[in-house]
């Protein structure tokens, strides 16, 4: 089971991406929250995606937020849970960022 979870920032992104894994995908998704787009605490979800993914090995989950600083670390604190942030930014957009860095920094 895929479990995927939001805050209120991440909600939009959310959704569509449970429409897209359900549809495109056929694949068994959870939404565990948000449900609507009002201010809440990322932990509210955070934990209880990675506890359900603890659950079970084949388990896996999504948390979607601003900046993934918090729902990483809310998620780690669960035992079991291993995340670790990413973002969407495609690998040739990076690589181009990471050779402006290192001439910066010569």
Known sequence: ML?????????DLKTK???????QLKLKVED?????????DFVDYAVPVAKAVAKNEANRGILICDSG???????NKIKGI?????????LERRI?????IAKLEK
């Open 96 to 100: 181009r960022r990471m050779k402006k």
């Open 17 to 23: 991406l449970v429409t897209y894994l359900k549809k």
């Open 82 to 90: 291993r995340a670790s942030e990413t973002d969407f930014i495609p």
């Open 69 to 75: 600083h918090g729902m990483n670390i809310a998620a």
């Open 3 to 11: 479990y995927i979870g939001s805050d209120y920032a991440g909600f």
């Open 32 to 40: 565990l929250g948000a449900f609507e787009k009002t201010e809440d």
